[in-house]
């Protein structure tokens, strides 16, 4: 824009134009470097849905893949196309402003293409897709575990002899051997929540009343990163999970290790933080072999409002994943495990007045009671079989 200045007033109106020019280079500046960090945060967490790792997975990239370079090719076809007609058909000096351009309307060879090639590109996008769909949801004749999501951490099952009820239930972490197809079976105790390993396949929704059947699979054993994915209440963001993918004997391993029941500890502070735990926690939180619920059926493994404890320290995480049960040097993370017993409500949001959630046991344990209700947990269950790199 050329703008000529002589007069005072006009330099006023210069002045106001350039704040003005800065102003929107603030906006712009900050829209991207906002842009850049939530991209920046994407790289960096350990959830990542860019390096498919699982057949399912690498299915799912496929056709995200395909599907983005399709819309790319569009989108610099169009941006091109529009620069291409601002440039040739912009007014000329000696246009007659009276004058239109000739029209096209009812053009049919223009009105053919532009109708005919999104068609042919959005039945191939579903010819491709339609299929995966279907693929992705059904059985495989691997085994099967139950998934159930509530507010707000993840537990599952596996009914190891298949006579129908389970016989080991873990909390958190889902432990699976290398290159099967695991069946899971999805359901929520509350609300709606949904499953998502990105690594190992899509998401998938958790809906009560209701069971979803869902795979994953890993060619190679590691940890793998997940988090809810349905808006489900207050500490949503904090309800994550790992899949634990170990080679054959491993998990054969885990498996005879998760259905030894847990028994009563021999050194004194642990015993006295046992005795503790029958007083305080055992209203909430089974632990097989010492403090069962009183129910049928499998109630020495399911007490229905939390995370069954009976092999707690083979887990590498706790609280719906938030938090390590490990410090890097391999030794077991006492500091937050003890400040979860002290204060849980504190650590993770949660309405424990409305079962969801740990209640508080600040007015309730002195610091003594909860060491010793610490060195309890630290013998529940042994090392975990892999620890996150
Ligand atoms: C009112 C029920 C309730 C009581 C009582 C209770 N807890 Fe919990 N506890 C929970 C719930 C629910 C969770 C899961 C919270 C989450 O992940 O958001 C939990 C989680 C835990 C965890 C983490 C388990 C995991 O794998 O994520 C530990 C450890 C634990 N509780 C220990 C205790 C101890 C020790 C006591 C007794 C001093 C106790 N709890 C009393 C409900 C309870
Ligand atoms: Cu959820």
Known sequence: MKVKINTSTEGTTRTMRKQGSLFGKTVRLSGLLLAA??????????????DPVGENAKQIDGIMRLSGYMASAVGIFVAAAVIIVIVKFRARPDDDPNELPKQIHGNKKAELTWTLIPVVMLVFLAIVTIPAVFDLSGKSDGRTIKVEGQQWWWQFSYDVDEDGTDDIVTANEIVIPVGEEINLEIHSNDVIHSFWIPQLNGKKDAVPGRIHHWRISSPEPGI??????EFCGLSHANMQMRAVVLNSNDYEA??????????????????????LFGRHCVSCHVIDGVYESAADGNANLLSGVAPNLTHLMTRTSFAGS???????????????????VRDAPDRKPSRPDNRQGMISFVET????????????LLTLGGKPPLMPS
């Open 37 to 50: 960090a939530a991209l920046a945060s994407c790289a960096t967490g350990r959830i990542d849905p860019t």
């Open 224 to 229: 793998f990163y997940g988090e809810c994915v």
């Open 254 to 275: 885990w498996v005879q290790q998760q259905l030894q029941p847990s028994t009563i500890p021999t050194s004194a502070a642990a015993k006295r933080g046992y005795e």
């Open 322 to 340: 938030l938090f390590e049960l490990y410090n890097d040097d391999g030794s077991a993370n006492i500091a937050e495990l003890r400040e979860w």
């Open 365 to 376: 344990l002195n610091n003594s009671e909860l060491d010793d209700l610490v060195t309890y």
